[in-house]
């Protein structure tokens, strides 16, 4: 079963399109990245499926039910972090934890405590007077705690500092091998590289590519590094050129030997071909 | 359950000082009364002489001899402002303050559908009006009886019971407002019961004003023609209450639907 797919999505608000023909797909269980710059639609795509918005055309199903038609059963498996989270003031933390759970009419407190005390939380403080880091916190316990089938987490670590990252990314682990898809936006790549299973880039509102990390890193694409005088201008396959402090370096996906013919004929000092980062080939997506 | 117990929990502090508030206002008022009544068969001459001045608020029809004539005037204008604009803010807010204090992407993403959120959230505005003009009349009527007065319970009662309409009307019609709105909702349910409260002032005045009364919920409150007639006009009732259920109606109809601002 899929955990979330799209079919030819869009969103406009008045005549700003969010997002447009937008189709999805992650499979259950997956640990999956969905990776754009700010405005590209992340946001929208992710609020839309959570029925926060409602979808101009097209149609979403999470495991098979539709985003519409099924609204409040969805949201019965579903765990969800906002990119700016907010609770009511005058309330404590565990005040919050507790309507949540409520709500959801489960008792998770023994879990919730578990995660409070990996995250290092006090829970008898007040949710108004914490900072962004530690609100964070309180959200990523209301979405973890009743271990929902699916997570879907809008750039859930902005805010935390290195170590929680890091420990908020072992708990995702965790919940990812008990069972649970992972859904999590992102404009950092790094965290998406290591962390994730399969990756999507979106950009003005569509999907450009959605594949397995490991095959978005082989892409074909070499990362040429040199230090020297060479003419890229008559390469073909040449992209995201920079030039830095004397060295030069590009992205190629043409023929590596043409490229080595052209380079021992020119004043070449020092040379490494590496494999790109995600990021790179992020930047070479967006660029195209 | 939960939605209506945590509505009232968070509503709780202005629950306690607008109460408090109309409550201290009320019992001064009465208290004030033995004081005042003295003087008071002037005054009512004074009154009957000031033209359309007294008649705006009513004060040419009522009796400020008597207790009843006085609560009706005094008090009138407190509970009848006071109550209004509690009920205004508690309904224009009811919705609105999700979004605009943020919290709507943490309620709406729990399974409690929209429908829900809507009808507990209603009850509690609901209950918190009733409560609060539960309290004021046994306030109101205590503190007769602390004075030593008689109470005439008929007009005593009806009375409440109109203002508490009014009450629920200005909220169900806030209550509507509410799912239009993201931000700034106080100021529209204050300006809307103050607009009522003149619309009255004005069919007071003037008789060719006088269908005015079929709009503004205070037309049915007028404590004179309450006092007078011993009845509540059925008819400006009647209307106020279909202006409250078509307020209810537009926030399910809009809310159901309405795209949330994060």
């Given amino acids: 079963m899929k955990a979330i797919t ?19 797909s992650v499979d259950e269980g997956d640990f999956f990245g969905f990776i754009g710059p700010n405005g590209a639609g992340k946001s929208t795509t992710i609020r839309t499926l959570l ?10 199903s999470i495991f098979d039910m539709d985003i519409v038609g099924d609204h409040d059963k969805i949201l019965d498996s579903i765990g969800y972090l906002p990119s700016e989270i907010n609770f009511y003031n005058k309330m ?47 959200g990523i316990i209301c979405a973890i705690q009743h271990q929902p089938k699916l997570l ?24 990812n091998s008990n069972g649970s ?16 299973h399969t990756a999507a880039f979106i950009k003005d509102g569509r999907i450009i590519v959605s594949d397995k990390v490991e095959k978005l890193e082989e892409t074909g694409a070499k990362k040429i590094t040199f230090s020297g005088t060479f003419d890229t201008t008559t390469l073909k396959g040449v992209s995201d ?15 590596i030997k043409k490229l080595l013919r052209l380079m021992s004929e020119s004043e070449i000092k020092d040379l490494t071909i590496t494999e790109p980062t995600l990021e790179e080939i992020f930047m070479n997506y967006y660029e195209a | 359950m939960i939605i209506l117990k945590h509505e009232l929990k968070q509503n709780k502090g202005a629950f306690i000082i607008w109460t408090a ?28 002489s000031m033209g359309t001045f007294s008649s705006a608020f009513g004060m040419d029809k009522l009796n400020f001899g008597t207790l009843i004539g006085f609560y009706a005037v005094e008090c009138g204008n407190i509970l009848g402002i006071g109550g209004a604009f509690f009920a205004a803010i508690s309904g224009v807010t009811a919705l609105m303050k999700e979004e605009k204090e943020r919290t709507a992407e943490f309620l709406f993403t729990h399974p409690v559908s929209r429908k829900k959120v809507i009808t507990e959230k209603l009850i509690s505005v609901f209950i918190m009006i009733v409560l609060m003009n539960i309290i004021i009349l046994c306030l109101a009527v205590l503190s007769m009886a602390a004075i030593g007065e008689k109470i005439i319970w008929t007009e005593i009662l009806l009375y409440h019971f109109a203002q508490l309409m009014m009450q629920l009307e200005i909220g169900g019609i806030c209550f509507g407002i509410s799912a239009y709105i993201s931000s700034s909702g106080i100021g529209i349910g204050i300006g809307i019961t103050a607009a009522f409260y003149f619309l009255n002032l004005i069919a007071n005045i003037s008789d060719k004003a006088d269908f005015l009364k079929y709009i503004t919920p205070y037309g049915y409150t007028d404590g004179s023609d309450i006092i007078n007639d011993k009845s509540i ?3 400006y009732l009647l209307i106020g209450m279909v202006f409250m259920v078509v307020g209810i109606v537009i926030a399910y109809v809009k809310y159901t639907k309405k795209d949330l601002k994060a």
């Avoid at chain 1, 029925?51 to 979403?60: D, K, M, V, Y």
């Avoid at chain 1, 420990?167 to 995702?172: A, D, G, N, P, T």
């Avoid at chain 1, 050129?241 to 023929?255: H, V």
């Fill in chain 2, 21 to 48: 508030a109309i409550g201290f206002f009320i019992l001064a008022c009465i208290f004030l009364y033995p004081e005042m009544k003295n003087e008071m068969d002037e005054a009512t001459k004074v009154f009957a």
């Fill in chain 1, 92 to 138: 404590t933390v565990k005040e919050v934890i507790k309507l949540s759970v409520d709500m959801r009419k489960k008792d998770c407190s023994k879990k919730a405590e578990e995660l409070c005390e990996r995250l290092n939380l006090d829970t008898s403080k007040k949710v108004d007077a914490l900072s962004l880091g530690n609100r964070k916190k309180v």
């Fill in chain 1, 6 to 24: 799209t079919n030819n999505l869009k969103k406009k608000y008045g005549d700003i399109i969010g997002i447009e023909n937008l189709n999805l």
């Fill in chain 2, 233 to 235: 006009n059925v008819m």
């Fill in chain 1, 152 to 175: 879907i987490l809008d750039e859930p670590t902005s805010g935390l500092d290195p170590l929680m990252q890091k420990e908020f990314f072992k708990i995702l682990s965790e919940e």
């Fill in chain 1, 51 to 60: 029925g926060l918005i409602a979808p101009t055309s097209g149609e979403a």
């Fill in chain 1, 241 to 255: 050129l920079q030039q830095n402090e004397g060295t030069t370096s590009f992205l190629y996906t043409g023929d």
């Fill in chain 1, 181 to 196: 898809t992972v859904f999590l936006s992102s404009h950092i790549l790094s965290e998406v590289q290591s962390y994730c």
